[in-house]
């Protein structure tokens, strides 16, 4: 069965950091395209960062030059290292995986997705 658990979470002051984990289990994802997206209250799911598995990384707007996306193949997991978070940053955020079919780059829709974690509250204050 697999599975996609986040980890690191938690509240955090404005111009603070966070890093996320996603740990894979029930099968190797080191081929894999990973993909983050965060979903505020009463907004829909957003782009974050995807990464594929030569680690080639994509961002969407609201984290370009703030996140860094990266992956450990050989520990079948993917971080999110956020800096200068802002109080607009509140989301829960989702881990995503990518099944292996033909697709493109930058792979920013949910659809570009087959499997998804449970998702971890990023709370950051003002």
């Known amino acids: 069965q697999v599975q996609l658990v986040e980890s690191g979470g938690g509240l955090v002051q404005a111009g603070g950091s966070l890093r996320l984990s996603c740990a894979a289990s029930g099968r190797t994802f080191s081929r894999n395209v990973m993909g983050w997206f965060r979903q505020a209250s009463g907004k829909e799911r957003e782009f974050v960062a995807s990464?594929?598995?030569?680690?080639?990384?994509y961002y969407g707007a609201s984290a370009k030059g703030r996140f860094t996306i990266s992956r450990d193949n050989a520990k079948n997991t993917v971080a999110l290292q956020m800096n200068s978070l802002k109080p607009e940053d509140t989301a829960v955020y989702y881990c995503?995986?990518?099944?292996?079919?033909?697709?493109?780059?930058?792979?920013?829709?949910?659809?570009?997705?087959?499997?998804w974690g449970q998702g971890t509250q990023v709370t950051v204050s003002s």
């Open positions: 995503a995986a990518r099944g292996l079919r033909t697709g493109r780059v930058p792979f920013s829709f949910s659809d570009d997705y087959d499997y």
């Open positions: 990464i594929s598995w030569l680690s080639e990384t």
